[in-house]
């Protein structure tokens, strides 16, 4: 079983990024793969908005969207990281969400049994950045809410997460929980 995460930051190593490492380092030591994915690292444009995905075999943005999406779709479970930017997730993740369209139009479900959201701010809009990525886990998903786990928290320069012990525990927690949820029986692939 894999868990894929996908990172909004640009910054590598910045707080999102430690957190999402923090979840996926509980994930590995439970024994299950891990992958995670920096958006920014990537050529991820926006959605084109021409409507007409439906008919067409792949997305006209020659970009790095298409294989992202494929793990994306692949995983047994997903978690979305990002910071706040301006009261809500950053350009990156935007676009990547935006780009879920393809799959969207097409009826094509994700596979992800569970899901986890971190985001981070320096001060405000947490709340609304936490509520986007629900919404959108749910909404590609079909997951109820108690199968989607958020943890979001402060942190504002650089690496700060890194003396919040309460939020890396937090982050922790949240990776162990995903492990519980793919491997209880409710949950569980019929073999
Ligand atoms: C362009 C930009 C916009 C930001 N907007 C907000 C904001 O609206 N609210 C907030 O609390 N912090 C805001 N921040 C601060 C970041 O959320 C904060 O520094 C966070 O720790 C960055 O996470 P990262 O290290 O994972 O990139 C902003 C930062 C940048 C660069």
């Given at each position: 079983?894999?868990?894929?995460?996908?990172v909004?930051?640009?910054?590598?190593?910045g707080?999102?990024?430690?957190?999402?490492?923090?979840?996926?380092?509980?994930?590995?030591?439970?024994?299950?793969?891990?992958?995670?994915?920096?958006?920014?690292?990537?050529?991820v444009?926006?959605?084109?908005?021409?409507?007409?995905?439906?008919?067409?075999?792949e997305?006209?943005?020659?970009?790095?969207?298409?294989?992202?999406l494929?793990?994306?779709?692949e995983?047994?479970?997903?978690?979305?990281g990002?910071?706040?930017?301006?009261?809500t997730?950053?350009?990156?993740?935007?676009?990547?969400?935006?780009?879920?369209y393809?799959?969207?139009t097409?009826?094509?479900?994700?596979?992800?049994?569970?899901?986890?959201?971190?985001?981070?701010?320096?001060?405000?809009?947490?709340?609304?950045?936490d509520?986007?990525?629900?919404?959108?886990?749910?909404?590609?998903?079909?997951?109820?809410?108690?199968?989607?786990?958020?943890?979001s928290?402060?942190?504002?320069?650089?690496g700060?997460?890194?003396?919040?012990?309460s939020?890396?525990?937090?982050?922790?927690?949240?990776?162990?929980?995903?492990?519980?949820?793919?491997?209880?029986?409710?949950?569980?692939?019929?073999?």
């Amino acid at each position: 079983m894999k868990i894929t995460a996908i990172v909004g930051s640009p910054r590598s190593n910045g707080n999102t990024s430690l957190l999402v490492d923090e979840a996926l380092k509980e994930v590995a030591g439970r024994g299950l793969e891990t992958e995670k994915i920096m958006l920014g690292e990537y050529q991820v444009g926006p959605c084109l908005g021409h409507e007409n995905c439906p008919s067409l075999s792949e997305c006209l943005q020659k970009d790095d969207v298409p294989w992202i999406l494929e793990k994306f779709r692949e995983a047994d479970g997903i978690i979305l990281g990002s910071p706040v930017y301006y009261y809500t997730i950053t350009a990156q993740m935007k676009a990547f969400i935006d780009r879920n369209y393809f799959l969207y139009t097409h009826g094509i479900p994700l596979k992800a049994r569970c899901a986890g959201t971190i985001a981070v701010a320096g001060g405000a809009g947490l709340e609304r950045t936490d509520r986007d990525l629900r919404r959108f886990a749910r909404m590609m998903t079909s997951l109820p809410e108690e199968k989607v786990v958020s943890v979001s928290g402060y942190a504002s320069k650089h690496g700060d997460v890194k003396s919040n012990t309460s939020l890396l525990e937090e982050a922790r927690a949240l990776g162990a929980r995903i492990v519980e949820m793919l491997t209880s029986p409710d949950t569980a692939p019929i073999p």
